[in-house]
């Protein structure tokens, strides 16, 4: 596993050395490299490539130092993302890195150099108005889909909302694995820039892009640690808005019990902080705290939370009334930070915009300059989990339901996930179906039903 540049023309990267001893598969003065390296490189069988040793990396230096408690100064960072962004530093060193900066690890003063080189590093999108608009959650709530939703209102409303999401880090499906299941997401520069300039909007995966670059990298090992420290959250999400070109940005911060922010006190440190280092790097941040204490909507996994989404933007008489509420607010904000509504105004005038089908054309029209707009996919396997006994429900755990829609293959698995039929202070009867998993694949759906089988107490009844 040492890592060792390969050179083909002018093109180079730094790969995983592993040495076979199989004579049958490789000839004396031979390689092989892996389908993605090989695209990279441009190469074809019997070019000749380069190999040297990968000199000594001063950004090691500095994952040590900070391994170790030390503060990073701005040069640091810098040398980190950079090393990120060209496959330098391995997989395991971008862990050492990770794990060093969770918890309080950063310092606010840190989280500004990230953020600051993250967007140094990759493309910025410039527009030709003076306010570009952005919404982001914080996660940590299945089923929170609102972005579809507060787009399609704010871009009605004639706000420049150019949305370009990330796919699933720890959760069981991101905005642009959602999206994927109904209009083509990876859009390049260019098909954003026109999406936009005839829609006011658009819903792009970022990752198709060179915006903030270092975070996809970072985003990858973060899935696989399961992990997603606040510091590190707020540079991602920050320096994707800035690198987006954004100006105004609303943020939404569900706190509950099993939510990724578990107080009050908790969520309005991570506003303080999420707006100072926005303003350092030129962002008019505002903060919404909400009701994280269970899933929104019913669906949680890609396709059952985009019909979901659906349900709510064709106003059908049983769209999941919290989400359409929660995005309605988040967008109403929006609408007050462009001065399109009086303070206080905003969520009566996105209702409206919700109401009278506005928001359902211009998420069609988005979706079909994108690519089209499609049905979103369906489970091959389902199964029925029943209630044991009858009472109220008073307890359902976030975290725990949103593994079962990761076992059961969300969100790579697009159809994949778990669709909900309770909801908190609801009453149940023996027998009652409290939740549906979906899943593609029955290794699948039983890697999900064993693990309910030990965690049957993610949703509490009370007699």
């Known amino acids: 596993l040492s890592r060792i540049r390969v050179a083909a023309g002018w093109r180079e990267l730094v790969a995983a050395l592993i040495v076979l001893e199989n004579p049958e598969l490789l000839e004396q003065d031979e390689i092989g490299l892996s389908k993605g390296a090989i695209k990279f490189l441009r190469a074809e069988e019997g070019d000749l490539v380069r190999l040297s040793h990968l000199g000594a990396l001063d950004s090691m230096s500095d994952i040590r130092r900070k391994i170790y408690g030390h503060p990073l100064d701005e040069n640091a960072f810098r040398r980190i993302v950079t090393d990120t962004i060209d496959l330098s530093l391995s997989n395991i060193q971008l862990s050492a890195f990770l794990t060093a900066c969770t918890g309080e690890r950063l310092s606010r003063k840190e989280v500004v150099y990230l953020t600051e080189a993250m967007i140094e590093a990759g493309e910025k999108l410039r527009w030709d108005k003076e306010k570009i608009f952005d919404k982001h959650s914080v996660g940590g709530l299945p089923g929170n889909r609102t972005t579809p939703i507060v787009v399609s209102i704010a871009a009605a409303a004639?706000?420049?909302?150019?949305?370009?999401?990330?796919?699933?880090?720890?959760?069981?499906?991101?905005?642009?694995?959602?999206?994927?299941?109904?209009?083509?997401?990876?859009?390049?520069?260019?098909?954003?820039?026109?999406?936009?300039?005839?829609?006011?909007?658009?819903?792009?995966?970022?990752?198709?892009?060179?915006?903030?670059?270092?975070?996809?990298?970072?985003?990858?090992?973060?899935?696989?640690?399961?992990?997603?420290?606040?510091?590190?959250?707020?540079?991602?999400?920050?320096?994707?808005?800035?690198?987006?070109?954004?100006?105004?940005?609303?943020?939404?911060?569900?706190?509950?019990?099993?939510?990724?922010?578990?107080?009050?006190?908790?969520?309005?440190?991570?506003?303080?902080?999420?707006?100072?280092?926005?303003?350092?790097?030129?962002?008019?941040?505002?903060?919404?705290?909400?009701?994280?204490?269970?899933?929104?909507?019913?669906?949680?996994?890609?396709?059952?939370?985009?019909?979901?989404?659906?349900?709510?933007?064709?106003?059908?008489?049983?769209?999941?009334?919290?989400?359409?509420?929660?995005?309605?607010?988040?967008?109403?904000?929006?609408?007050?930070?462009?001065?399109?509504?009086?303070?206080?105004?905003?969520?009566?005038?996105?209702?409206?915009?919700?109401?009278?089908?506005?928001?359902?054309?211009?998420?069609?029209?988005i979706c079909q300059k994108q690519g089209g707009l499609r049905k979103p996919p369906e489970a091959k396997f389902r199964y029925e989990v029943k209630a044991a006994n009858g009472g109220t429900i008073d307890f359902i755990d976030n975290r725990k339901i949103a593994k079962i829609a990761k076992l059961a293959g969300a969100p790579t698995a697009s159809a994949a996930g778990v669709l909900l039929f309770i909801k908190l202070n609801e009453t149940v009867k023996r027998g009652q179906t409290l939740f549906e998993i979906h899943s593609e694949a029955g290794g699948e759906l039983s890697y999900a039903l064993e693990y309910y089988g030990e965690n049957r107490e993610l949703i509490r009844i009370k007699r």
């Open 158 to 365: 004639g706000l420049t909302i150019p949305k370009t999401s990330s796919r699933a880090i720890t959760s069981p499906a991101g905005t642009a694995d959602t999206m994927e299941t109904l209009t083509n997401v990876n859009l390049s520069i260019g098909q954003i820039k026109k999406v936009v300039r005839e829609e006011g909007g658009c819903l792009a995966w970022g990752g198709a892009v060179s915006l903030s670059p270092a975070d996809d990298v970072l985003i990858r090992v973060e899935r696989a640690l399961d992990i997603d420290s606040e510091g590190q959250m707020i540079a991602s999400v920050l320096s994707k808005k800035a690198a987006a070109g954004s100006t105004d940005v609303v943020i939404d911060i569900p706190v509950g019990e099993t939510a990724k922010v578990r107080s009050e006190k908790a969520a309005l440190v991570l506003s303080k902080n999420i707006k100072a280092v926005g303003k350092a790097v030129g962002l008019r941040v505002e903060a919404v705290v909400s009701d994280g204490s269970q899933p929104v909507g019913r669906g949680i996994g890609p396709a059952l939370e985009a019909k979901d989404v659906l349900a709510v933007l064709q106003n059908e008489t049983d769209a999941p009334e919290d989400l359409a509420a929660r995005a309605v607010r988040l967008a109403g904000k929006l609408l007050e930070m462009a001065g399109k509504a009086a303070r206080g105004k905003g969520e009566t005038l996105a209702k409206e915009i919700l109401k009278s089908g506005a928001a359902w054309e211009k998420f069609r029209r």
